[in-house]
């Protein structure tokens, strides 16, 4: 074998002299894979773990398959559906004949930079020396489950000529088919060294084409999707807002193998950073046809030094994927978040009556005692008081002031919130309250006391996101400041039962005084610390609900809603926009977190607003006094409604019917596991003449074998339904041929419970 590797040798080396470049790449190609034939040959008697050997990283649909080779590189050699035979996912790189692989790193599974890598790099560094380059190698790895459903596997690779390890993290939900990847970055050299960036994934997977469906918006306009295939070249996905960092662009994605998946078919992965902050995905097509996906933090300006022997571990990337349309991928995510992620994912919500609307900052002790009493009137579980309520030097009367002096306005309500937790008790109702404590007015007391805790640029002018600042959340100063405005509220009203957390600023000129002259790590940092004090918060508070609001859904991600039990996908609560703006966040977050609020905004009677509302959590932002008898007493039975439905809406299985995007008609639907109660809504979406829904909606899901009756909820007072409730239908006629809900332009929404007939 030697000699005929030296033959190889020799005519390369033959071939460099001739400076022919390109023949002598191809060269060294020839003799790699000849040297592995050989190697092949000869070793065919060697251990079962000889190189290269497999690490399978299985769900119970999925497999990603990782090769580790004999030079110790860790490649992906498979993405996609399990295979039957494990032993063959060895097999699955001679299948493939695509265009030379150069570097033989392409499909690497944590790139490096600096070394062979021709492509993006997961992971760059600065070592102490300033050496830029880094090659990582397998060490050991280990497979550690976590009960029957969850197991977590961890390859350990180190550079051979730095002290520089990473530890890739695999954890797998088996059922739900996701995985959470992040990495743990450690060294032990003398010095720091300095991450320049730090990937938590990097996955690679090969079809004959991608389809990308990102999304993009703006305040009031969140989760626009586009979907496109990808040409060669990178796409990028990322913020570098700091805070409220979605409000341009989430970090959510979905990419389709081959053709575009539709809801019931096709190949799709889902991927989402969990991370608060500044993230970048990249979405590499290569000079193979293949592709690479790298997520994580954003490394915009913010190269990280990193003390010896300290672990760098990086946030989640999660994913996960189907062969079975988007449908199929958003039940197994949903169903992940409400059994793994979600605070209190599967325990229950309060409806709620909001004043922020009804009110703005104009009201006092009275007026909301008032509305203490319309909550109760309407039926729902809690009172929440939004912005106003504070300040007093500056008193918050519009919003450009007091943010930070998390005082009760002595005018406004002088008994304190003590007063208002009690009387909300005598109404037989719960009370909650909004708060922005990550944020400064320039008109505060705490930016007059505390100047060193905002974030600004010394000597420069400042810049204002909605009047306000940031405050410097990588100083433990703030994080307990921001802890004790939190843990105030509790103390004054012991009963506080809910809180909506707002964050309406973007960071301009990110500089923190706190980190002097390690400015590169407050991105990280702040997040870091943001995390610190809602863990804290959590450890003293455990299960109390909160809102994630940011101004609308600027914010939203899987890290933070480890927090919080719900959040606000968008200030635009016209109910015709909220269709949209809900459907699409369905795909990543289960129903029961979506806050949606009854509000004024549209044009819609207040039948369809409060129908779409109650596709999720459902709230209401109206002045009760103002609505007619017969919409209060709709209102009421459509609370009563939904408390007998809300389980199968918050715990159940959604289905999406009919697309809004593709026709006249929005359809979703919510169904138990048990496959025996449901509901569908129904929504006319386009209102010219003579639209409606002509064609039966296919429902989805169901027992083909079962019996099911549908019945029309939610009817305004003094409307009948034309749905004949004392129909039976096999489970098979519904999901084939379908139903009719006879939605049309006098009846543009129309609420169905499903039963199955006994
Ligand atoms: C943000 C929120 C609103 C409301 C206002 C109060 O815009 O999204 O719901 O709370 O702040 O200022």
């Given at each position: 074998?030697?000699t005929?590797?030296?033959i190889f040798?020799?005519?390369?080396?033959?071939?460099k002299?001739?400076?022919?470049d390109f023949?002598?790449?191809?060269?060294?190609?020839?003799k790699?894979?000849?040297?592995l034939?050989?190697?092949?040959f000869?070793?065919?008697?060697v251990a079962q773990d000889?190189?290269p050997?497999t690490?399978?990283?299985?769900?119970n649909?999925?497999a990603?398959?990782?090769?580790?080779?004999?030079k110790?590189q860790?490649?992906?050699?498979y993405f996609g559906?399990?295979?039957t035979?494990?032993?063959?996912?060895?097999?699955v790189?001679?299948?493939y004949?695509q265009?030379?692989?150069?570097?033989?790193?392409?499909?690497a599974?944590?790139?490096?930079?600096?070394?062979k890598n021709?492509f993006?790099p997961?992971?760059?560094?600065?070592?102490?020396?300033?050496?830029?380059?880094?090659?990582l190698r397998?060490?050991s790895h280990?497979?550690t489950p976590?009960?029957?459903?969850?197991?977590?596997?961890t390859i350990l690779?180190?550079?051979?000529v730095?002290?520089?390890?990473?530890?890739?993290?695999?954890?797998v939900?088996?059922?739900?088919d996701v995985?959470?990847q992040w990495?743990v970055?450690?060294h032990q050299?003398?010095?720091?060294?300095?991450?320049q960036?730090?990937?938590?994934?990097?996955?690679?997977l090969?079809?004959?084409?991608y389809?990308?469906k990102q999304?993009?918006?703006?305040?009031?306009k969140?989760?626009q999707?586009e979907e496109?295939p990808?040409?060669h070249?990178?796409k990028?996905?990322?913020?570098?807002?700091?805070?409220?960092?979605n409000?341009f662009?989430p970090?959510?994605?979905m990419?389709?193998?081959?053709?575009?998946?539709t809801?019931?078919?096709?190949?799709v992965?889902?991927?989402?950073?969990?991370?608060?902050g500044n993230f970048?995905?990249d979405?590499e097509?290569d000079n193979?046809d293949?592709l690479r996906?790298i997520?994580?933090?954003n490394n915009?300006?913010?190269?990280y030094?990193l003390?010896?022997?300290?672990?760098?571990?990086t946030?989640?990337f999660?994913?996960?994927?189907?062969t079975q349309?988007?449908?199929?991928?958003s039940?197994?995510?949903?169903?992940?978040?409400?059994?793994?992620?979600?605070?209190d994912?599967?325990?229950e919500?309060l409806t709620?009556l909001?004043?922020?609307?009804a009110t703005?900052f104009?009201?006092?002790?009275s007026?909301?005692?008032?509305?203490?009493?319309?909550t109760?009137?309407l039926g729902?579980?809690l009172?929440?008081?939004?912005?106003g309520w504070?300040g007093?030097?500056y008193p918050?009367?519009?919003?450009?002031?007091a943010?930070g002096?998390w005082?009760e306005?002595?005018?406004k309500?002088?008994?304190?919130i003590a007063?208002l937790?009690?009387s909300?008790?005598?109404?037989?109702?719960?009370?909650?309250?909004?708060?922005e404590?990550?944020?400064v007015s320039?008109?505060?007391?705490?930016?007059?006391?505390h100047?060193d805790w905002v974030l600004k640029q010394?000597?420069?002018e400042?810049?204002y996101?909605?009047?306000?600042?940031?405050l410097?959340?990588s100083?433990?100063?703030?994080q307990d400041f921001?802890f004790?405005?939190?843990?105030s509220l509790?103390?004054?009203?012991?009963?506080?039962?809910?809180?909506?957390?707002?964050?309406n600023a973007?960071i301009?000129n990110?500089?923190?005084?706190f980190q002097?002259?390690?400015?590169?790590q407050?991105y990280?940092e702040?997040v870091r610390?943001?995390?610190k004090?809602?863990?804290r918060?959590r450890?003293?508070?455990p299960?109390?609900?909160?809102?994630?609001?940011s101004g609308g859904?600027g914010?939203?991600?899987y890290?933070?809603?480890?927090?919080?039990t719900e959040y606000?996908?968008?200030d635009n609560?016209?109910?015709?926009?909220r269709?949209?703006i809900q459907?699409e966040?369905s795909?990543f977050?289960p129903?029961?977190a979506?806050?949606?609020?009854?509000?004024?905004?549209?044009?819609?009677?207040?039948?369809?607003?409060?129908?779409?509302a109650?596709m999720?959590?459902?709230?209401?932002?109206i002045?009760?006094?103002?609505?007619?008898?017969?919409?209060?007493?709709?209102?009421?039975e459509?609370i009563g409604?939904?408390?007998?439905?809300?389980?199968v809406?918050?715990?159940?299985?959604?289905?999406r019917?009919?697309?809004p995007?593709e026709?006249s008609?929005a359809?979703i639907?919510?169904?138990?596991?048990?496959k025996?109660?449901g509901?569908?809504?129904?929504?006319?979406?386009?209102?010219?003449?003579?639209?409606?829904?002509?064609?039966?909606?296919?429902l989805k899901?169901?027992?083909?074998a079962k019996?099911?009756?549908?019945?029309?909820?939610?009817?305004?007072?003094?409307t009948?339904s034309?749905?004949?409730s004392?129909q039976v239908y096999?489970?098979?006629?519904?999901?084939?041929?379908g139903?009719n809900?006879?939605?049309?332009t006098?009846?543009?929404?129309?609420v169905?419970e499903i039963n199955?007939?006994i």
């Amino acid at each position: 074998m030697s000699t005929v590797i030296r033959i190889f040798h020799i005519t390369y080396s033959v071939l460099k002299i001739l400076k022919n470049d390109f023949f002598a790449m191809k060269f060294i190609h020839l003799k790699r894979n000849a040297s592995l034939l050989l190697i092949g040959f000869c070793s065919h008697a060697v251990a079962q773990d000889a190189r290269p050997f497999t690490i399978p990283v299985e769900s119970n649909n999925n497999a990603m398959v990782l090769q580790v080779d004999e030079k110790g590189q860790l490649s992906t050699i498979y993405f996609g559906k399990k295979l039957t035979h494990a032993a063959e996912y060895k097999l699955v790189p001679a299948a493939y004949k695509q265009t030379d692989d150069y570097s033989g790193v392409s499909n690497a599974a944590y790139s490096t930079a600096g070394t062979k890598n021709l492509f993006e790099p997961a992971i760059a560094v600065t070592h102490t020396d300033g050496n830029n380059s880094l090659d990582l190698r397998y060490v050991s790895h280990k497979v550690t489950p976590q009960g029957d459903d969850v197991s977590e596997t961890t390859i350990l690779l180190k550079d051979p000529v730095y002290a520089f390890e990473v530890t890739l993290h695999y954890k797998v939900y088996k059922a739900s088919d996701v995985i959470e990847q992040w990495s743990v970055i450690r060294h032990q050299e003398k010095g720091n060294v300095t991450l320049q960036k730090f990937a938590s994934a990097n996955l690679y997977l090969k079809a004959s084409r991608y389809w990308l469906k990102q999304y993009h918006g703006d305040w009031a306009k969140e989760m626009q999707p586009e979907e496109a295939p990808l040409t060669h070249g990178i796409k990028t996905l990322d913020t570098k807002l700091g805070t409220r960092a979605n409000l341009f662009q989430p970090s959510v994605f979905m990419v389709s193998l081959d053709q575009r998946a539709t809801e019931d078919e096709g190949s799709v992965l889902y991927g989402a950073m969990e991370w608060s902050g500044n993230f970048r995905i990249d979405l590499e097509l290569d000079n193979l046809d293949n592709l690479r996906i790298i997520a994580g933090i954003n490394n915009y300006a913010s190269p990280y030094s990193l003390k010896t022997n300290t672990a760098f571990e990086t946030p989640p990337f999660l994913y996960t994927f189907s062969t079975q349309g988007k449908g199929d991928a958003s039940r197994k995510l949903q169903s992940w978040a409400r059994n793994y992620k979600l605070l209190d994912g599967k325990g229950e919500r309060l409806t709620l009556l909001n004043n922020w609307e009804a009110t703005y900052f104009n009201f006092d002790e009275s007026r909301l005692k008032g509305l203490l009493k319309d909550t109760k009137d309407l039926g729902v579980d809690l009172f929440l008081l939004d912005d106003g309520w504070f300040g007093n030097k500056y008193p918050r009367n519009a919003d450009n002031a007091a943010l930070g002096d998390w005082q009760e306005n002595r005018k406004k309500l002088p008994n304190g919130i003590a007063a208002l937790d009690s009387s909300a008790q005598q109404n037989g109702v719960k009370f909650g309250i909004w708060i922005e404590p990550e944020m400064v007015s320039p008109k505060s007391e705490l930016y007059e006391k505390h100047p060193d805790w905002v974030l600004k640029q010394p000597g420069r002018e400042e810049h204002y996101f909605r009047h306000q600042l940031v405050l410097d959340l990588s100083n433990p100063q703030v994080q307990d400041f921001v802890f004790h405005v939190v843990d105030s509220l509790f103390i004054k009203a012991p009963k506080l039962s809910y809180i909506k957390w707002d964050c309406n600023a973007v960071i301009y000129n990110a500089w923190s005084s706190f980190q002097k002259q390690q400015q590169s790590q407050f991105y990280v940092e702040y997040v870091r610390g943001l995390y610190k004090v809602l863990a804290r918060i959590r450890a003293k508070y455990p299960l109390v609900p909160m809102m994630l609001c940011s101004g609308g859904g600027g914010r939203v991600d899987y890290n933070a809603l480890q927090y919080f039990t719900e959040y606000w996908p968008s200030d635009n609560t016209d109910p015709l926009e909220r269709i949209y703006i809900q459907w699409e966040n369905s795909y990543f977050y289960p129903a029961i977190a979506s806050a949606n609020h009854v509000t004024d905004w549209g044009k819609q009677p207040i039948k369809f607003r409060v129908d779409v509302a109650m596709m999720g959590k459902l709230g209401f932002d109206i002045v009760v006094k103002d609505l007619k008898e017969a919409e209060r007493k709709f209102c009421q039975e459509a609370i009563g409604n939904y408390n007998t439905w809300k389980d199968v809406i918050w715990h159940g299985n959604q289905y999406r019917l009919a697309n809004p995007e593709e026709g006249s008609i929005a359809a979703i639907m919510y169904l138990d596991e048990k496959k025996s109660k449901g509901v569908v809504f129904n929504y006319l979406v386009k209102s010219r003449y003579d639209e409606g829904s002509k064609l039966p909606i296919r429902l989805k899901g169901l027992d083909a074998a079962k019996q099911y009756r549908l019945k029309e909820i939610n009817l305004y007072p003094g409307t009948a339904s034309p749905v004949p409730s004392e129909q039976v239908y096999s489970g098979e006629f519904l999901m084939r041929v379908g139903f009719n809900p006879q939605v049309n332009t006098t009846r543009t929404s129309v609420v169905l419970e499903i039963n199955e007939a006994i």
